[in-house]
């Protein structure tokens, strides 16, 4: 093998010498190992275990030794803080050498020239590289942790960089096993929820940072689309009760290594563990912003693993929004709490749960949100912290009990509980829209776009709720922007296909409801798609579709309002009001929407309508 030259520097991997402009540069023995493999193979992702099988045969450590050592490398090679010349992280998977190397074959020695030795000379300065050699070899270890822990304090003192935005990405799932991925899923989501307590720098929603999982897509652009200035990578490993989690927090403009660090204890003690990585990456945020070191988090009760763990699985259901999904993350909670009566997370899961069940239509609203009140508030009573408590009471106070100024007063102890909870944003708008509010809600809505841009929730809601507001070119553009995030979106296409509508664009409209309706068949994708047959003229289908609907009503919920909206449609004013009643005595959740749903306008002019809307006793 012979040398390699990259830059100013030329490495030798016979001597086991790394040199700049020709001097050699003292560098501890790991470090040296790391650049090797890294060097031999340039231009290729080296994935983490193999690093750490080559570079430690024989020994068991773990990503801490191999964070921390990258990190050293770094330093030695002085990578520049602009860009990463030498070493690029690949999110997730490993590291890429990507300097343009060349490689010098070494002089064959039997055809040198013999040269006259005249005596036992000493190369001068030999013996003092030498001996600085050794001391690197013992000390630089020692001085390349204490800098990993120190650059970050020193680079925030000294104005270097400025952090007011982060994204925590999936973490690894060292396990091995897809079926233990809810176990890391989990706690990345736990790991966002607390550093987003802090409120000091916006922190990115779980549903936009899901997204890079398992992708192996460069952190500088994931930065970039997701617009923030660091993130945080990281693994977890669990074996039997005991758990580890490790963590680096990478800045992203320039990119460049921060903090590192390993958690260890016992999964009983998860929760604490989560509150001591968020609070330390927290602490070197806060501090440069607020020149004091914030409050350790109080002691987390400990956890029984499997009450967790029921927990975690009923996040993920929660999060696919499916009905069926939702149904199972109602069983896992309920299991998490009649294994433990007092944890009040699982509370607050059953409650959004509800809440979400109510606001789809999915169950009558005389059972999901007092359902969701309930279990909102028993959470307060054992949590009077927990920002997302607040915002599931909000959301049945003013979907149910049609209590705004207490939806109101909830929503904002929610916000100032969680500045960056997404939920309470995103539902505070959906309030502001029942009330009339439109423009405050698209307000909120951008907020909770800020923090989770690549929601399809997030992103349909506020395409509607432009459409709400009769912004109908802005609707359309933000409903694009969500078929752009997911082509297959029921959401995407029913934003898109009632924008068009407003603006009597049925010829484009209703292949983007029949899209909808048919790639996520509900009575309420039904319902939009026979408003648009029977404002456009097609008579025949609307009443095909209002056909579908009175049949399903009679097995299942069916919403009084969808029925309603296809009568408001076909102009027949005395039914769609007929219906209208029945959807205000039974509170269903889209009653809220009546001040401004664009779909109503046909009933305006009745008189019928402002009795109604006054009996909502909206505020002026």
């Not at 995103?426 to 009330?435: A, D, R, T």
């Amino acid at each position: 093998m012979g040398r390699f030259k990259f830059g100013p520097f030329e490495l030798d991997p016979e001597a086991r010498v790394l040199r700049r402009d020709g001097e050699p540069i003292p560098t501890a023995g790991k470090t040296l190992d790391m650049l090797l493999v890294l060097v031999e193979n340039r231009g290729r992702l080296v994935d983490k275990d193999e690093l750490l099988s080559r570079v430690w045969a024989g020994s068991v450590v773990d990503e801490a030794n191999l964070t921390q050592t990258i990190f050293a490398l770094r330093k030695v090679l002085g990578d520049s803080p602009r860009d990463h010349r030498y070493i690029a992280t690949i999110s997730g998977r490993g590291y890429q050498f990507v300097a343009a190397t060349t490689e010098i074959t070494s002089p064959d020695v039997t055809q040198m020239p013999l040269v006259e030795v005249r005596g036992p000379r000493r190369p001068r300065g030999a013996l003092a590289w030498a001996l600085v050699a050794v001391i690197g070899v013992l000390v630089l270890p020692a001085v390349s942790y204490l800098v990993w822990h120190l650059t970050f304090g020193h680079g925030l003192a000294g104005g270097q960089f400025h952090i007011g935005s982060i994204a925590v990405l999936p973490l690894t799932n060292l396990a091995g096993e897809d079926r233990e991925d809810y176990l890391a899923d989990g706690m990345t989501e736990e790991l966002i929820t607390e550093l987003a307590k802090t409120g000091s720098f916006r922190v990115i929603s779980r549903t936009s940072v899901m997204r890079y999982k398992k992708t192996g897509r460069p952190l500088s652009d994931i930065a970039r689309e997701l617009n923030v200035d660091a993130l945080v990578e990281g693994a977890v490993r669990r074996s039997g009760d005991r758990i580890r989690i490790t963590v680096q927090l990478v800045g992203t403009s320039p990119e460049h290594d921060i903090w590192a660090d390993a958690y260890e204890g016992d999964i009983r003690d998860v929760l604490s563990l989560e509150r001591d990585v968020a609070h330390d990456i927290g602490s070197k945020i806060q501090t440069k912003l607020t020149g004091r070191q914030p409050a350790r988090p109080r002691a987390s009760r400990r956890l029984d693993p499997e009450t967790y763990e029921d927990y975690l699985r009923g996040r993920h259901f929660l999060a696919q929004r499916s009905s069926e999904a939702m149904n199972k993350a109602v069983e896992y909670f309920r299991r998490a709490i009649q294994r433990d009566a007092q944890y009040a997370q699982a509370y607050v899961g059953l409650a959004e749960t509800y809440d979400l069940l109510g606001m789809y239509e999915l169950l009558p609203a005389s059972v999901s949100f007092p359902k969701a009140k309930e279990f909102a508030s028993r959470a307060l009573r054992l949590d009077s912290t927990l920002s997302e408590a607040y915002t599931a009471l909000a959301s049945a106070e003013s979907f149910w009990n049609l209590d705004w100024a207490a939806a109101d007063r909830d929503f904002q102890r929610a916000i100032a509980l969680d500045p960056n909870s997404v939920i309470a944003y995103h539902w505070y708008g959906e309030h502001l829209v029942s009330i009339g509010k439109a423009e405050r809600a698209i307000t909120e809505l951008k907020r909770a776009h800020e923090l989770d841009p690549l929601s399809i929730p997030v992103n349909g809601a506020l395409g509607r709720i432009y459409r709400d507001a009769r912004r109908y070119e802005e609707a359309i553009q933000q409903c694009k922007k969500t078929i752009e995030l997911d082509p297959n979106s029921a959401m995407g296409h029913r934003c898109l296909g009632q924008a068009y509508v407003g603006q009597l664009r049925y010829s484009e409209a209703i292949p983007e409801l029949e899209l909808a309706s048919a790639a996520g068949p509900s009575p309420l994708l039904l319902s939009e798609l026979g408003y648009a047959y029977a404002s456009s003229g097609n008579t025949a289908k609307a009443r095909v579709a209002l056909q579908k609907l009175m049949s399903k009503a009679r097995s299942a919920y069916v919403a009084a309002y969808l029925i309603a909206e296809i009568y408001a449609g076909l102009g027949e004013k005395d039914e769609a009001f007929r219906w209208l009643e029945k959807a205000y005595r039974e509170r269903d959740a889209q009653i809220g929407y009546l001040a401004l749903d664009p779909e109503m306008d046909p009933l305006r002019s009745d008189p019928r309508f402002p009795s109604l809307i006054q009996r909502l006793k909206l505020p002026p």
